[in-house]
T-cell receptor, first 110, second 115 residues
Framework: GQQVMQIPQYQHVQEGEDFTTYCNSSTTLSNIQWYKQRPGGHPVFLIQLVKSGEVKKQKRLTFQFGEAKKNSSLHITATQTTDVGTYFCAGYDYTGKLIFGQGTTLQVKP | NAGVMQNPRHLVRRRGQEARLRCSPMKGHSHVYWYRQLPEEGLKFMVYLQKENIIDESGMPKERFSAEFPKEGPSILRIQQVVRGDSAAYFC?????????????FGPGTRLTVT
């Protein structure tokens, strides 16, 4: 079945440093969604990318969808302690199920 | 507009007991999804339901697990004869419709601990 893989699994950064997480799918995706889960919390939808090569920005967050629609990335500029959490990418498989990556957990040292 | 509601938030069961997890979708949403999350892992799809119908249960264990979404009332995920391996966070999500264009809204989850 379709697999969605994320790297790295964990990332520790100093506050103010940048952070990037990468997402790769074993198959071409119709779109990709990104979610954030704070410690002890639930996943919260951040954004959806649909077009090949699409780039979207939300303040310090930049999301990119690869040209082949099989990979995506999330980049955070100048991290803050409020960015702490686990970031998941997710893509729909051919049956309509949303398949989540295993997530990248970000720790930010003040 | 109230979000997705789940209860209980925390549930402790002894091995062999039954666990019932409830989910009320967002107002106007008729599509409900259940996911399981083990510690430090991603979310694994379990089942997708619409009112009175199970659409896709390919992620559900074949035994002891069942789900329903009756015409009236919340969706229920039922785990019979729980074992320690069932300890996890169970999240419910709802969407306005089915398809990749629609985002899923997650509830706060039920943390199940089996002792």
């Amino acid at each position: 079945g379709q697999q969605v893989m994320q790297i790295p699994q964990y990332q520790h950064v100093q506050e103010g440093e940048d952070f990037t997480t990468y997402c790769n799918s074993s198959t071409t995706l119709s779109n990709i969604q990104w979610y954030k889960q704070r410690p002890g919390g639930h996943p919260v939808f951040l954004i959806q990318l649909v077009k090949s090569g699409e780039v979207k920005k939300q303040k310090r967050l930049t999301f990119q969808f690869g040209e082949a629609k099989k990979n995506s990335s999330l980049h955070i500029t100048a991290t803050q302690t409020t960015d702490v959490g686990t970031y998941f990418c997710a893509g729909y498989d051919y049956t309509g199920k949303l398949i989540f990556g295993q997530g990248t957990t970000l720790q930010v040292k003040p | 507009n109230a979000g997705v509601m789940q209860n209980p938030r925390h549930l402790v069961r002894r091995r062999g007991q039954e666990a019932r997890l409830r989910c009320s979708p967002m107002k106007g949403h008729s599509h409900v999804y259940w996911y399981r999350q083990l510690p430090e892992e991603g979310l694994k799809f379990m089942v997708y339901l619409q009112k009175e119908n199970i659409i896709d249960e390919s992620g559900m264990p074949k035994e002891r697990f069942s789900a329903e979404f009756p015409k009236e009332g919340p969706s229920i995920l039922r785990i019979q004869q729980v074992v320690r391996g069932d300890s996890a966070a169970y999240f419910c999500a709802s969407s306005l419709s089915r398809g990749s264009s629609y985002e899923q809204y997650f509830g706060p989850g039920t943390r199940l601990t089996v002792t």
